[in-house]
């Protein structure tokens, strides 16, 4: 059984640098891809960066040059290094593991950009 616990959430300030951390245990040899998604109120869930096994990435428009989807294989650690946060970027971001046939999701955490 695979589970993913995010941390580094919190509040910044518009302009500021927040890292989050996604570690993931149990079966991890399955896993095609690991992203982050987000989730602002009122809204629908969206894709915020990828990364695939073969390292590949992919980010979502809104995000691109300012965010960095990284992974550490010997932490079973995924990381998103946000920057130049403004505050279109307040939501809930969930840490995903994709393997093709299901996903698994973490429980989220808060990112609160506002001065």
């Known amino acids: 059984q695979v589970q993913l616990v995010e941390s580094g959430g919190g509040l910044v300030q518009p302009g500021g640098t927040l890292g989050l951390s996604c570690a993931v245990s149990g079966n991890i040899f399955s896993i095609y891809a690991m992203g982050w998604y987000r989730q602002a109120p009122g809204k629908q869930r969206e894709l915020v960066a990828v990364?695939?096994?073969?390292?590949?990435?992919n980010y979502a428009d809104s995000v691109k040059g300012r965010f960095t989807i990284s992974r550490d294989n010997a932490k079973n650690t995924v990381y998103l290094q946000m920057n130049s946060l403004n505050p279109e970027d307040t939501a809930v971001y969930y840490c995903n593991a994709d393997f093709r046939t299901r996903t698994i999701w973490g429980q989220g955490t808060q990112v609160t950009v506002s001065s």
């Open positions: 990364i695939t096994r073969g390292g590949g990435t």
